[in-house]
């Protein structure tokens, strides 16, 4: 089915759907993950990023147990890979003509490089001379601030009450301990939980739990990691500028 929709929803969807049935079918990132031809890395990127972009987590981490835990598709999981597969016999059903200009939505579709993929309800706009700040709340209570030019506010046409996505490079997060963070004059802290964190020769890949599901991945040279002794489920806060925020909106 997901060959089917890819002209439709574009590689990257249909990609994530595979992932989320081989997830359904095994109970198991990497046994996901080798089914989808993908690294164990790769695999958990996605299921960062589809869970940062839904209202409510659509992958679910489960642990301890007789097997040491596993993954599983939550309820909006299950909801949302059943209507693929009826979009999919719809689509199937319809004309070579009506397919071909469905197919035509896949150039709208925008894949961007930033590692981080926040998606929120805007609860607050400062109206400055040249820039907005753009205060954006995430599900489970966290806020982050993204300050942009009047001009793109406008141009956006953001409201208070609307929703966007806040993209942010993991190589602009930094890490610190709850008691130092708070010490630090920065825009953005967001408290949460080390949920993973994947070793390099020189920086090391961490992935900060959110309250309320959301992922929020930083890119730390193995010193600074070092230095902070810091292990899997640890409280830590993520630090990043209001400058280090692009918005972006589904139009």
Aim: glycine residues 10%.
């Amino acid at each position: 089915m997901s060959e089917l929709l890819q002209p439709f929803a574009g590689k990257g969807t249909g990609q994530r759907i595979a992932l989320l049935r081989a997830i359904r079918e095994h109970g198991s990132i990497s046994a996901a993950a080798r089914q989808c031809q993908l690294s164990y890395k790769a695999a958990w990127q996605h299921i960062d990023n589809i869970n940062n972009l839904s209202p409510q987590p659509l992958v679910a981490r489960l642990t301890g147990g007789k097997g040491g835990g596993g993954t599983r598709l939550t309820a909006l999981g299950e909801q949302l890979l059943d209507a693929w597969e009826k979009t999919g016999v719809a689509l199937q059903a319809g004309s070579q003509q009506e397919r071909q200009t469905l197919a035509l939505l896949a150039r709208l579709a925008v894949r961007t490089s930033a590692r981080n993929q926040l998606a929120g309800e805007i609860s607050h706009i400062q109206r400055g001379a040249v820039n907005d700040t753009i205060t954006l709340r995430l599900p489970g209570g966290s806020q982050l601030q993204a300050q942009i030019t009047r001009e793109s506010c406008d141009e956006l046409a953001l409201h208070e009450g609307g929703h966007a996505i806040a993209l942010i490079k993991a190589s602009w997060v930094t890490l610190a301990l709850p008691q130092a963070a708070a010490q630090i004059a920065i825009a953005n802290r967001l408290p949460g939980k080390v949920g993973r964190i994947t070793a390099g020769l020189v920086n090391s890949e961490v992935i900060v739990t959110l309250p309320g599901g959301y992922s929020l991945c930083a890119m730390v040279d193995n010193d600074s990691l070092a230095s902070l002794a810091i292990a899997v489920d640890d409280a830590v806060c993520a630090l990043f500028s209001s400058q280090s925020v692009i918005l972006g909106i589904l139009d």
